[in-house]
């Protein structure tokens, strides 16, 4: 069975820095992309970040320079890593297993967590 829990998400002032993460099992690491998806209150849920083994790591513009994902495959963990997050970063952070090529396209995705809440906020 395919399971993925993200922990780390709390109340982060803006321009601090905080730590996601995804633990995965049921499947293994390297043959998956693995994505970060948000979604803020009363809007879509949207990808931001997308590591995988083929083709490397991306990263939507709205998050380019500040949030950096990475992994450590002998643990089927990812990690996010937001520096200087923003107001406007506050929402539910979810991470989804899904091809092996990286999409923003949340239907591309069939397994997710539950979820972590980031509130950015003074």
């Known amino acids: 069975e395919v399971q993925l829990v993200e922990s780390g998400g709390t109340l982060v002032q803006p321009g601090g820095s905080l730590r996601l993460y995804c633990v995965a099992s049921?499947?293994?690491?390297?043959?998956?992309?693995i994505t970060w998806f948000r979604q803020a209150p009363g809007k879509e849920r949207e990808g931001f970040s997308c590591v995988s083994g083929r083709t490397g790591t991306f990263y939507d513009d709205s998050v380019t320079g500040r949030f950096f994902i990475s992994t450590d495959n002998a643990k089927n963990t990812a990690f996010l890593q937001l520096n200087g997050p923003k107001p406007e970063d506050t929402g539910v952070y979810y991470c989804a297993a899904g091809p092996y090529l990286c999409s923003f396209v949340p239907d591309d995705y069939d397994s997710w967590g539950q979820g972590t809440q980031v509130t950015v906020s003074s």
């Open positions: 049921g499947f293994n690491f390297d043959d998956r992309a």
